[in-house]
């Protein structure tokens, strides 16, 4: 994947992401996503709600809500639209939210990169573990953009390119094998990617444990 912009090309991953093999993938194993993934990436997402700095009756859009981890995360006084390309995560989701009465969290099958909204619909768009698995990272980013209202903010939450040349280097050999096997990149580059939104992060750091997860937060100028 390249970014050609400015008459130069520069590489955005070396590997593509096969969008029906990860749909699939997701299919079969969104009953055991909280077993496998729950506990490796839930406290990134407690990171991600405190960085969030939400209000209340905000408009929130979580790109990729899977089966919605996030939902006790939220504050009680918010509106979350979560949308998700997969039927079967999205059912998991459903039953978390039925088991938390309270919360107004509206599920929506979507593309990431062809969002049903109007421009501008929210206060806050949020996107965990999500822009490494999506074919079009880009246009998955600039549909974000398009959605969140001028001085809202946009948050990612993903595993980017190391700026170690010798992990970044393991992450670029291993790319293909997470691609094929686990349908996400492991060497999306992250400012390379902001800048085709075009975002400039007003904060960028790890977290999880280990630290090989980044959360940026950006805010929609224009």
């Not at 009953?31 to 408009?59: F, N, V």
């Not at 206060?123 to 822009?131: E, F, K, L, T």
């Not at 946009?154 to 393991?170: E, G, K, M, Q, R």
């Not at 902001?194 to 950006?218: D, E, G, K, M």
Request: charged residues 25%.
């Amino acid at each position: 994947m390249r970014d050609s912009s400015g008459g130069r090309e520069r590489v955005l991953s070396t590997v593509d992401v096969d969008a029906r093999f990860t749909e699939r993938l997701y299919a079969r194993y969104a009953s055991l996503y909280d077993q496998l993934c729950g506990p490796i990436l839930q406290a990134g997402r407690r990171e991600a709600m405190r960085e969030l700095r939400l209000g209340p009756e905000d408009d929130i859009l979580e790109i990729g809500i899977g089966t919605a981890l996030t939902a006790p995360l939220y504050p009680r006084e918010c509106h979350v639209t979560g949308i998700d390309l997969s039927a079967a995560m999205l059912r998991e989701a459903a039953k978390h939210i039925d088991s938390k009465p309270g919360r107004r969290i509206e599920l929506l099958q979507m593309d990431a990169s062809r969002l049903a909204f109007p421009d501008e619909s929210f206060d806050v768009v949020y996107a965990a573990y999500v822009i490494s698995v999506v074919p079009d990272p880009v246009a998955a980013l600039r549909e974000m953009c398009r959605v969140c209202r001028v001085g809202g903010e946009i948050v990612l939450l993903n595993h980017f390119l190391s700026d170690s040349p010798l992990l970044a280097t393991a992450e670029r050999m291993i790319s293909p094998l997470t691609a094929a096997r686990l349908g996400f990149r492991a060497d999306l580059h992250a400012q390379r990617l902001l800048a085709q939104a075009p975002l400039r992060p007003l904060s960028i750091r790890r977290v999880n444990r280990p630290p090989i997860w980044t959360l940026v937060r950006c805010c929609r100028e224009n």
